[in-house]
């Protein structure tokens, strides 16, 4: 128990090593902000270009989401992170990672997209065109806002996990929370930095956790 | 441009040099998700169904687990477990800390996903089959299960999918798979060939998985 509680919960290794913790917390945060926007707009992209009813384009779509879906994302990042500097492109870590980052979760946040815009009757649309509306104005007024209204439990679930991927940034040192607690761990040889940081993921994400449970209930009991 | 691209990114002596290297990779990464897949659907489904028992004292650690599991990325929980076990005397092997803690993510989601699927069985098939003079555990068994299981399917595959894709987490702890052999001979032949052979051994594994889970949505689709 003294073990436990020597290197899991040491207050004075805590203490010492706080300010790291809070760096790689805001690095992480700041990771967040960028990643998740873009990869919204990525796949709002890939999504309304596979509902334009061109039958090529939708197939091209389909073969890059699959091929994103397909391949682990921390493959991807060391690709990018170390492919790009052999073609003459120098790319620092944290455009590597939004980088890679892009390419996986707009390849996830376009097929939910794309699920909610299939939801909507043709007819709507139709409507809207009749009425004098351009195709963007369409989209734009009509479809996306109740599309993206539809499919709100599954991009909030995919969210979860994008924040929960941001961890992978750290194998190519990116100072982010998990990186930030492992230079802690190895300067105080000591875990408790690891335990404190997994206990900050856990604040950030179990409230997450807790909506998508709940909202789940309720749609379970509506039907 | 072309060329450069050619010798840095598929570069055939490279590639065929390192072709074994990534071939044992692709043994270790298969029998790793292998085991993770039965592990994971395994704990979770006996966990929903201790669940559905309806014992306080076993439901609450049941839901507290897979809060903690569903919330924590996979990488920390492997880290720690690779990292920071040896602090108080566990020791395991890279494969292990990446078997077990990719196991208890599945776990933890395939519980929520089953526990869904059994709520979503109407009480009105409870009724019916305890009148009939089903025990508790038989009607769980045989009538909601079977049924739960397969309105389970779909979001099941998916994610056991992005769970098993992420064994290549594993080399972030010394588990010779196929990113991490492929980072070494990248290192060694101071080229890029071994990480497209990598990213294609993956896509050679997953590009199926990926498709069959397509096929899963549309034939288990839920019809009202």
């Not at chain 1, 590597?96 to 043709?122: D, H």
């Amino acid at each position: 128990m003294d073990l436990i509680v020597e290197n899991f919960f040491n207050l004075k290794v805590l203490a010492e090593t706080a300010p790291y913790l809070v760096r790689g917390f805001l690095v992480m945060i700041e990771l967040c902000l960028i990643v998740i926007p873009v990869g919204l707009i990525g796949g709002t992209i890939v999504a309304v270009l596979g509902s334009y009813g061109i039958p090529w384009l939708r197939w091209l779509l389909v073969v890059y989401v699959d091929l994103f879906r397909s391949l682990p994302p921390l493959v991807l990042l060391v690709f990018v992170y170390q492919g790009l500097p052999m073609m003459g492109v120098d790319i620092p870590a944290l455009g590597a990672v939004v980088l890679s980052f892009l390419l996986n979760t707009s390849a996830y946040y376009g097929e939910i997209i794309r699920a909610g815009i299939e939801s909507i009757p043709r007819g709507q649309q139709e409507a809207a065109r009749s009425t004098g509306m351009t195709r963007i104005q369409t989209l734009a007024y009509i479809v996306l806002p109740q599309a993206i209204r539809n499919v709100v439990p599954d991009l909030i679930s995919n969210t979860l996990e994008v924040i929960k991927l941001t961890s992978i940034a750290s194998v190519v040192a990116l100072p982010e929370l998990l990186r930030m607690a492992r230079l802690a761990q190895g300067s105080t040889y000591n875990p408790t930095p690891l335990i404190a940081a997994a206990a900050i993921y856990l604040a950030v994400c179990w409230p997450i956790v807790r909506f998508l449970s709940r909202f789940e209930r309720r749609m379970t009991a509506k039907a | 441009m072309l060329a450069r691209l050619q010798e840095n990114f598929f570069n055939l002596d490279v590639a065929w040099r390192y072709l074994p290297s990534i071939g044992e990779g692709m043994i270790v990464t298969i029998h790793l998700a292998v085991l993770i897949v039965f592990t994971g659907l395994g704990l979770g489904l006996l966990l929903a169904f201790l669940r559905a028992l309806q014992w306080r004292v076993l439901s609450w650690p049941i839901v507290i687990f897979a809060d903690i599991f569903r919330a924590l990325p996979p990488l920390v929980v492997l880290i720690i477990f690779y990292f920071a076990g040896p602090f108080v005397g566990i020791r395991m092997s890279g494969f292990v800390a990446t078997w077990l803690s990719l196991s208890l993510a599945l776990a933890a989601f395939a519980e929520e996903i089953f526990w869904a699927g059994i709520l979503s069985v109407g009480r009105g098939q409870w009724e019916a089959a305890r009148s009939t003079g089903l025990r508790y555990g038989q009607t769980l068994g045989y009538v909601v299960l079977p049924q739960a299981v397969r309105l389970a399917i779909p979001p099941l595959t998916n994610r056991t999918i992005a769970v098993t894709k992420m064994t290549a987490l594993a080399s972030v702890v010394a588990v010779e798979e196929i990113l991490a052999n492929a980072a070494t001979a990248q290192a060694y032949s101071a080229n890029t060939t071994p990480l497209t052979m990598a990213a294609i051994a993956y896509l050679v594994i997953f590009v199926p998985l990926v498709a069959f889970s397509r096929w899963i949505e549309h034939r288990f689709a839920w019809k009202h």
